[in-house]
């Protein structure tokens, strides 16, 4: 069983939509919960971390921990052609190890 | 925030050829990782490279295959060995820093292809 599981998509909405990305983990064990954004050909960037259950809000990202479900989440709203990458979500262990989900590929069309 | 390059940024290469892949940080860090991620998947951890101490290589991955270096606190390289083709990958170096202690920097990537 994978760590992270995570739809990989691929997802395309209109501009303006709300984007809902999900994940699942199986280590309950694990306090820390990464999204990170990668565009095409680049690098993973961090964009949201939550420590251990509840909501995270910056600007038009909030993530999610549910740690009774062990699901994450990450909501995206009014998208923009700007936000079309891969979103990958990953959980932190205690030795500063991420564990990937595979990643879900987004398009916002314009 | 951290700031890393890596070269070479693309290679292509013959199949039981070797490549060493250069990892440059413009600050010192204490832990820098190593990432594969293949076509279609998503980031896989090879090992932790730590200065002034053995690599740690995660399940699946040998130092024989994957030799680390590790000689300061901004520098590291990756060789992988006796290439074969299901070694395409791209290869990423991450560090541990910034003004979250648990927050990893990527490099842009090492985009390999093997033939």
């Known amino acids: 069983q994978k760590e992270v599981e995570q739809d990989p998509g691929p997802l395309s909405v209109p501009e303006g939509a709300i984007v809902s990305l999900n994940c699942t983990y199986s280590?309950?064990?694990?306090?820390?919960f990464m999204w990170y954004r990668q565009y095409s050909r680049k690098g993973p960037e961090l964009l949201m971390y939550t420590y251990s259950s509840g909501n995270k809000e910056d600007g038009r990202f909030t993530a999610q921990v549910d740690k009774s479900s062990k699901y994450i989440s990450l909501f995206i709203r009014d998208s923009q052609p700007s936000d079309s990458a891969t979103y990958l979500c990953?959980?932190?262990?205690?030795?500063?190890?991420?564990?990937f989900g595979a990643g879900t590929t987004v398009t916002v069309r314009a | 925030s951290a700031v890393i390059s890596q070269k070479p940024s693309r290679d292509i290469c013959q199949r039981g050829t070797s490549l060493t892949i250069q990892c440059q940080v413009d600050?010192?860090?204490?832990?820098m990782f190593w990432y594969r991620q293949q076509p279609g998947q998503s980031l896989t951890l090879i090992a932790t490279?730590?200065?002034?101490?053995?690599?740690?290589?995660e399940s699946g991955f040998v130092i024989d295959k994957f030799p680390i270096s590790r000689p300061n606190l901004t520098f590291s390289t990756l060789t992988v060995s006796n290439m074969s083709p299901e070694d395409s990958s791209i290869y990423l170096c991450?560090?541990?820093?910034?003004?979250?202690?648990?927050?990893?920097?990527f490099g842009p990537g090492t985009r390999l292809t093997v033939l």
């Open positions: 990953a959980t932190l262990s205690n030795d500063y190890k991420l564990s």
């Open positions: 600050s010192q860090v204490t832990m």
């Open positions: 490279a730590n200065q002034g101490s053995e690599a740690t290589y």
């Open positions: 991450s560090v541990l820093g910034g003004g979250y202690y648990n927050e990893q920097f």
């Open positions: 280590n309950s064990a694990f306090q820390y």
